[in-house]
């Protein structure tokens, strides 16, 4: 309820020459109100208060309505309870409030006057409650105040906030009167008034005195106008004239004349014991005014300290006014004990509803914790700084704060820390703006160096983000002719690279396969080979890889064009020389096959002829004819040996020998002719195992060679066939094989040209001595296959040594193997197969009649087949013990004719033996892979033909 007093006097002067008159002043002065609206406290007796009608008076009604009288500004007072009071000046309802006390919390809100009265605020106490004598024994208790007291500021300043406000003091002491609180805060004036009113002087007593408190007026922050008229206003009212109201409300005489008589017959009896008693009270007083005088002495004191605190609080509440930092007292646990703030918006509550509450009541798990955690550093150490909080305020935007705490002791010996809170969001901000300037600058930094990368690389660069192509450098232009503009997304790369749609989409597959692979794993792209069309229409072939980046990639392009080109000629060429290869060797295989054929037949009579008992010249012609053959068929041997060495087919054996069989070999083969010559031929073994593995055959034929060069070379004196131990290398050594003559010799200048194919000393070498030049070339290659090498050293005149090497596995001694003699073989083969059936498949008449010839005195029945189809017919019907093929033959050769007759179950195990012109390695493995059993080469050596048909008739089948 708020009561509106119109003060009665109401001057129709305008308010501004009302104040001029009175003042009798110019018109310099601030603009006066055209009225004042004065807001109080309506229970504060006996400044403004309401009596049991309910009407307000009180001092400040008197002294309002003579301030209204002096300035001729109209004054409307508003005596309403205290909160009430408070809000309308904070909203703008009324201009002046009176009788408010300063308090560093309402500086931010009030300009305040000087005071004018000082009051004493008390802490009273319900007669039961005994015991409290000071704010530090208030800890626990209820206090009941009055709502918008300043005593609720100064009791949270001690801490204290165990406290319950009602609407004013009547409702207060109503409470206090039903027990619901045993203590409260109250000025004294009022107080006293009320208990006397109600009385229940005798329920609560004075505990002690909470603090002065002084009266001023206060205007809304910034509205010093009004209170300077306002006190200017006041300084017009007389002293006399506030004596006055003083007398009026604060103190009236009392009127003693109706006791007057009875007085007077008092004081005459008193007189004369006052008499009496005058030099005890001159000492009594004399010992009071000692006390008095001490104790005012105290006083003073008393009164200088409280200044002073009361300076020190104004200054430091003003401080606290001036810094935009807030301040807060913590007790240890975390507790609010004090709040000073010039900015209620900073806070996450106003302060009083912070006061006395945890932290972790008012402020999220988080930014509670770091408050805590500076409270605790600084209850230990004394003091933190540098923490950070964040909190999002009322305004709904987030603050940062940075925390400075310090330990304080209380009067009472209590700890507490202070923490000064500083919101640092503008400067985070700043911070922050920076720091993202900064990593701009350096991203764009480096994004200035990639692109000078990316330009200058050597290699052609796509960068493409999500479907567009961002960049290409300019070596992907000059690849391919497509400019930024022609390919702007990779849907157009996709038809203009490949406007084949088959290969398009094939394209298409592997890449975002490639690209599916890439995100699976590190992101890179597998460079994969893709053919891509030019924007002229050229045709190029790329490896294109890359790197994803985000939603996009980097893609690499390496040209290989000229690489495929190369391989493409390259493959070519090798086409080409594999068939010339092929050429020559079948020319080769033709040659030999066509020569061994007459010289097959020309052997065969020349052994038949010599059967017959001939006239020796004929006999000498016959030898003749037969060396010449054999001749003939050394030089064919060595061209087919040389150009397969050449080829890389020349396949080495590697079987176990005797080193004795093979220098015995060659020790025959020369001796006759060494012999001829009247040379002497010695051989020595050194200390070289006998028993070996390797090529037999292949060193016979080194060694034979260098053997007959050296006897033919020689017209005197001697030969030696040597074989030297070079060097144990584990299971292996290395023999070294040496032929020496004291023959003509050779210049050292020739000698490096003698191991070229088809080299011979001079041209007359061949006239005098004949021979192809093919020998050493073909020993020294033979050397080299068998992990050796071969050379000479020679003196013109005096003699050569010849040399070659080879490494071989030392062996172990075989199982004996007597080499049967040749006419025992025949023989054998009469005596034991006489009357057998054997198949002689072979197309060359001529050839027929030789191996019939050669065959005619083994006993054995021979048919012949003239081809390979009429072989199978006749295997078809009939059994053999042996069958002798040609391999090749019209109609049907030998080997397809094997394979057929090893179908036939008569002829599974039937030894089929091969006898041909095809006389190469390979040509007998081609047989014994068709099925046949061994090999015979033509021309025919009648030994190995009875050695052989020997040993395959007299396997048991
Ligand atoms: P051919 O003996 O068939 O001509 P070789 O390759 O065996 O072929 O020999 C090449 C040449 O080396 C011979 O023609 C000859 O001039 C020379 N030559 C080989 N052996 C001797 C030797 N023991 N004494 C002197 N000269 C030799």
């Not at 009430?84 to 009324?94: F, L, V």
């Not at 703030?341 to 009541?361: N, Q, Y």
């Not at 090497?805 to 199982?815: H, K, M, N, Q, S």
């Not at 013990?881 to 090749?888: E, G, R, S």
Request: proline share 4%; charged share 25%; glycine share 8%.
């Amino acid at each position: 309820m708020i009561m509106r007093l119109a003060l009665g006097l109401m001057i129709m002067l305008p308010a501004s020459l009302a104040v001029a008159n009175a003042e009798g002043t110019g018109a310099h002065r601030p603009m006066a109100p055209r009225s004042l609206h004065v807001v109080g406290d309506d229970n504060y007796p006996p400044y403004l208060f309401r009596n049991d009608d309910g009407e307000v008076e009180g001092y400040l009604v008197d002294l309002w309505r003579l301030w209204e009288r002096k300035t001729g500004v109209p004054v409307t007072l508003t005596a309403t309870n205290w909160a009430e009071a408070q809000r309308m000046i904070a909203d703008g309802r009324a201009d002046l409030i009176d009788m408010i006390y300063r308090t560093p919390q309402r500086e931010p809100l009030y300009e305040f006057s000087a005071p004018y009265a000082d009051l004493p605020v008390v802490i009273y106490t319900h007669t039961t409650i005994g015991g409290i004598s000071g704010v530090s024994t208030l800890k626990g208790f209820q206090i009941g105040v009055q709502s918008g007291d300043a005593c609720i500021h100064q009791l949270a300043n001690h801490g204290i906030t165990t406290i319950v406000e009602y609407p004013n003091y009547t409702a207060l002491l109503a409470a206090a009167g039903r027990h619901e609180i045993k203590l409260f805060c109250l000025d004294e004036y009022p107080a006293n008034f009320y208990f006397y009113k109600t009385h229940t002087q005798g329920d609560f007593r004075k505990a002690f005195e909470l603090y002065q408190g002084q009266f001023r007026r206060a205007t809304r922050k910034g509205d010093t106008a009004t209170l300077t008229r306002v006190e200017e206003g006041m300084r017009l009212i007389l002293p006399e004239e506030d004596a006055a109201l003083r007398k009026k409300w604060f103190g009236t005489p009392l009127d003693i004349g109706v006791y007057g008589r009875y007085i007077g017959w008092g004081l005459l009896v008193a007189a004369g014991a006052a008499l009496l008693l005058a030099a005890l009270s001159m000492a009594l007083r004399r010992q009071v005014a000692h006390k008095t005088q001490t104790l005012n002495a105290a006083l003073a004191e008393l009164r200088e300290a409280h200044a002073a605190t009361s300076e020190a609080e104004q200054s430091l509440a003003a401080t606290l006014q001036a810094i935009p930092d807030m301040l807060f007292e913590f007790d240890t646990g975390g507790h609010y004990v004090n709040v000073f703030a010039s900015r209620d918006d900073l806070l996450v509550a106003s302060p009083a509803k912070l006061i006395g509450k945890h932290l972790t009541e008012v402020m999220p798990g988080q930014a509670a914790q770091t408050v805590i955690d500076a409270i605790n550093a600084a209850a230990t150490r004394g003091h933190d700084y540098g923490r950070m909080v964040r909190l999002s305020l009322g305004d709904g935007a987030e603050h940062w704060f940075e925390l400075s705490a310090t330990r304080k002791q209380t009067g009472g010996g209590e700890t507490r820390v202070l923490v000064l809170s500083r919101d640092i969001t503008e400067r985070r901000e700043a911070e922050q703006a920076i720091l993202a300037a900064k990593e701009a600058a350096l991203v764009a930094d480096s994004n200035r160096h990639f692109r000078a990368l990316f330009e200058a690389a050597p290699v052609a660069l796509a960068y493409c983000q999500g479907e567009r192509i961002e960049s290409i450098n300019q070596r992907f232009i000059e690849l391919f002719g497509y400019r930024p503009a022609d390919i702007p997304t990779l849907a157009e790369w996709w038809l203009q690279a490949y406007p084949d749609p088959d290969y398009r989409q094939q394209v298409l597959q592997t890449w975002d396969a490639a690209i599916a692979r890439a995100a699976a794993g590190d992101g890179r792209l597998e460079g994969l080979e893709y053919c891509v069309t030019c924007k002229g229409a050229e045709k190029r072939n790329m490896i294109i890889g890359g790197q994803l980046l985000g939603d996009g990639f980097i893609a690499t392009f390496t040209d290989i064009t000229l690489i495929r080109e190369t391989e493409a000629t390259l493959k070519l060429a090798k086409e080409a020389a594999d068939a010339a290869n092929m050429a020559k060797s079948s020319f080769l295989a033709n040659m030999s096959h066509e020569i061994r054929t007459p010289m097959n037949a020309i052997l065969g009579y020349t052994r038949s002829l010599r059967r017959g008992s001939l006239p020796p010249e004929q006999v000498d012609r016959l030898d003749k004819i037969e060396d010449a053959g054999h001749h003939l068929l050394a030089v064919i041997n060595d061209i087919l040996d040389i150009s397969k060495i050449e080829a890389g087919k020349l396949v080495l054996e590697h079987t176990g020998f005797h080193l004795g069989s093979i220098i015995d070999y060659v020790r025959s083969l020369i001796a006759e002719a060494a012999e001829a010559k009247g040379l002497e031929l010695s051989v020595d073994y050194d200390e070289v195992p006998l028993y070996l593995i390797g090529d037999p055959t292949r060193l016979r034929q080194g060694l034979l060679n260098f053997a007959s060069n050296a006897v033919k070379f020689t017209s005197t004196g001697r030969v030696a066939l040597r074989t030297r131990l070079e060097a144990w290398e584990g299971e292996h050594v290395r023999v070294r094989f040496e032929v020496e003559d004291t023959g003509i010799g050779i210049e050292p200048g020739q000698v490096q040209d003698l191991f070229q194919a088809f080299r011979q000393v001079d041209a007359s070498t061949t006239r005098k001595y004949g021979g192809t030049g093919l020998g050493l070339a073909i020993t020294q290659r033979l050397a080299r296959l068998m992990g050796g090498d071969a050379g000479v050293d020679s003196t013109p005149g005096a003699g050569s040594r010849f040399w070659f090497t080879a490494r071989l596995e030392v062996g172990i001694a075989p199982a004996e193997d007597k080499p049967a003699e040749t006419s025992s073989t025949e023989a054998q083969i009469h005596s034991l197969h006489a009357g057998k059936r054997i198949l002689l498949v072979e197309d060359d008449p001529v050839n027929q009649e030789v191996a019939i010839e050669l065959l005619s005195e083994t006993g054995l029945e021979i048919e012949l087949a003239g081809n390979g189809r009429i072989a199978l017919d006749k295997a078809s019907n009939s059994a053999y013990a042996l069958i002798l093929m040609d391999m090749q033959m019209p109609e049907m050769g030998g080997l397809e004719a094997t394979r057929l007759i090893r179908e036939l179950p008569a002829h599974r195990l039937t030894p089929i033996i091969a006898m041909t012109a095809n006389a190469f390695d390979e040509d007998k493995e081609r047989c014994l892979a068709a099925g046949m059993n061994d090999f015979v080469a033509k021309p025919v050596e009648p030994e190995r033909l009875f050695t052989t048909l020997a040993r395959w008739l007299g396997r048991p089948r």
